[in-house]
């Protein structure tokens, strides 16, 4: 089916071409065109079109693009997935191409907070009603993004509609229809600090870049705030950081808290969001750090070393002292957790089965069972050397004395095993020989 719907302007979302369409059959069922233009009736997204593979395919007569190009040009996908992992852009484009469900597409938007209503700028609607290929305002991509106060071409302050963020059916209406007719009230030009002209060009160019770049899904902050002088990296000064970090900035944050954050930047939230753990997929906010380290600081947050989880910086290393293990002596431990009652006392667990309480004093040398103070479980293997020893005929206070146990704890080994028979002695002379 071909729908001869007006071609998209340059910058113009999908959404704006979409209810373009709409307002020029006003007695049609919406329903009815919008089944027409993407093959299912859906709700038209500001942000995040989908059926875009359709939606080609029937206006390919006029419109004359691909699946493709509408969404990195036509679009905030490349905005709004800028910072998210391969297996969510992946994700993202199989919703905007073909419409598949994904559930977490919504909350990504969420997440990403964009201004609550659709903007537009006063020059360039102007000067948009005065180009002889359009002569009528649209929604732009570029004064949708958050982070961003003014036209990226003009300066202007860019101004609030009417029309809400998110989709709606009730809110389908194009930029011809719900800007004023006369732009020269709204127009006004606030002074803007370099600091916000320069994280202006940088949230520009993602949505613009026509392409993902691989990025860490969390840079190692604290790596960079250690070599910039803020502490080491165990211990920053979130307090002097922060301090450094608004100084730079200057209005920039307070305007973000106004325009759409729901918890005010602070030393908390600096703290907070150096040390969260997974994807950090807020573009204002990574920019807002790789922006300060790289002008303020002279260093490259892409440049160090990988971020190491709290569990690695913090506890110090074991080794099994499991004699009977496999994986023989040297082995790392799995898991070391501090007592809550002394600090100096860990429980370790190692991949064998066997779990202890150990002294940290212990730790990063090879232990031996002596340096046990209490065992938690054996494990499989020591049941199987006890096996082994009343094979060979030994009794419960030799198989106590040859494991080095107290006969009641040597007992509770004894119950768990059971003698080996001869076919069982051969196959575990195997199994040893081939080891």
Wanted: with cysteine; charged share 25%.
């Amino acid at each position: 089916m071909n729908v001869f719907m007006s071609p998209a302007y340059d910058d113009e979302l999908v959404y704006n071409v979409c209810t373009r369409y709409l307002a020029e059959f006003p007695t049609v069922s919406r329903e009815r065109i919008i089944t027409d233009v993407f093959g299912v009736n859906i709700v038209l997204s500001p942000h995040l079109p989908r059926n875009l593979h359709q939606f080609c395919e029937r206006t390919g007569q006029v419109i004359a693009k691909t699946k493709e190009e509408m969404f990195w040009w036509h679009s905030m996908y490349p905005f709004i997935c800028a910072y998210q992992t391969s297996e969510r852009r992946a994700q993202a484009r199989d919703y905007a191409f073909y419409g598949r469900a994904v559930r977490r597409m919504p909350g990504i938007l969420a997440a990403i907070e964009p201004p609550k209503f659709l903007r537009w700028c006063p020059d360039c609607v102007v000067e948009d009603r005065a180009r002889p290929d359009c002569g009528e305002a649209y929604w732009r991509r570029t004064h949708q993004i958050p982070g961003v106060w003014q036209c990226d071409k003009h300066g202007t302050d860019l101004v609030d509609s009417q029309v809400p963020r998110f989709a709606s059916v009730t809110s389908d209406h194009p930029a011809e229809m719900m800007i004023p007719r006369n732009v020269r009230p709204f127009r006004k030009k606030r002074p803007c600090s370099p600091m916000e002209a320069l994280l202006r060009k940088h949230l520009v160019a993602l949505l613009k870049a026509g392409h993902f770049e691989d990025r860490p899904e969390h840079p190692n902050f604290r790596e960079a705030a250690a070599r910039a002088g803020f502490g080491p990296t165990v211990k920053i000064d979130y307090t002097e950081l922060y301090e450094a970090f608004s100084e730079y900035w200057g209005d920039v944050l307070e305007r973000l808290d106004e325009r759409y954050r729901t918890r005010p930047a602070g030393v908390s939230w600096l703290h907070a969001q150096f040390n969260a753990r997974g994807l950090m997929g807020q573009p204002v906010v990574r920019e807002l750090f790789d922006i300060f380290f790289r002008d303020r600081c002279g260093l490259d947050v892409y440049q160090m070393p990988p971020l190491e989880s709290s569990y690695k910086r913090f506890m110090p290393v074991f080794y099994c002292p499991n004699p009977y293990a496999a994986h023989g002596r040297g082995e790392q431990v799995k898991r070391v957790t501090r007592c809550k009652d002394n600090p100096d006392i860990l429980d370790i667990s190692c991949k064998c089965g066997f779990t202890a309480m150990v002294s940290a004093a212990s730790a990063g040398k090879t232990m031996t069972m002596a340096d046990v103070i209490k065992v938690g479980k054996f494990g499989p293997t020591w049941p199987e050397q006890c096996a082994k020893l009343r094979a060979e005929g030994k009794g419960l206070s030799q198989v106590a004395k040859e494991l080095n146990l107290p006969e009641n704890t040597a007992r509770y080994l004894w119950r768990q095993s059971k003698p080996l028979l001869a076919a069982d002695e051969k196959t575990l002379k195997k199994q040893e020989s081939a080891k």
